[in-house]
């Protein structure tokens, strides 16, 4: 019996680009706007933040076609679609890395709490040579009590990664997180 060789695993290559921000892959017309410009608009309620950062590789080569996209909480700590939440806040966001040099950022609102979780960002990331996406967390250094009991936090066996996962404070609402895929100082990664 003959059988057929397996084929390559896919990856995300272009494709991520072309299919989910065209624009910035210069296919213009698709849409007006790249869908996921803004986790929260003008009018959504707390304070305004901006998250910037770069994803690098085990080399430390900043990947300049990876695509990140967020989802949170408002300001309250509520999700759209609950009872309360702020109709002003979408919750989520996508954002193509920049193509010179890696670089990504996101205008939002800093989330509440969700329960006993402490305000932070979901991220997921794709790029080339990432068979899955990749999910982690933004959490908050002015956060800290939150973060002593937070459910997620509390479960990381190896104590002196939790700093991975949290953004440094660049000035007033504005922070850096840089991701790591491999190497030292590699970030936190979950299994969804």
């Excluded at 790249?34 to 901006?50: F, K, M, N, V």
């Excluded at 002003?88 to 920049?98: I, L």
């Excluded at 002015?142 to 009991?149: F, G, I, L, P, Y």
């Amino acid at each position: 019996m003959i059988r057929p060789k397996e084929s390559p695993s896919q990856t995300a290559g272009p494709y991520v680009h072309i299919g989910l921000t065209p624009n910035v892959a210069g296919i213009a017309g698709v849409y007006p706007a790249d869908l996921g410009q803004s986790a929260a608009g003008p009018d959504a309620a707390g304070e305004r933040i901006t998250v910037t950062g770069q994803v690098f590789d085990g080399t430390g080569t900043p990947l300049r076609d990876a695509l990140l996209e967020l989802w949170q909480a408002d300001a309250a700590g509520r999700y759209p679609g609950q009872d309360g939440a702020d109709p002003h806040v979408t919750g989520w966001a996508r954002c193509a890395t920049d193509m010179e040099d890696g670089a990504f950022r996101f205008d939002t609102i800093k989330p509440g709490a969700v329960g006993a979780h402490a305000p932070h960002l979901n991220l997921w990331i794709v790029a080339r040579g990432i068979n899955l996406g990749l999910n982690t967390r933004v959490y908050f250094p002015e956060d800290t009590a939150a973060q002593a009991s937070d459910p997620v936090l509390s479960r990381i066996e190896h104590r002196s990664r939790i700093p991975t996962l949290i953004a440094r404070p660049e000035g007033a609402g504005a922070y850096r997180f840089d991701i790591r895929l491999q190497g030292e100082g590699e970030t936190i990664f979950f299994d969804l």
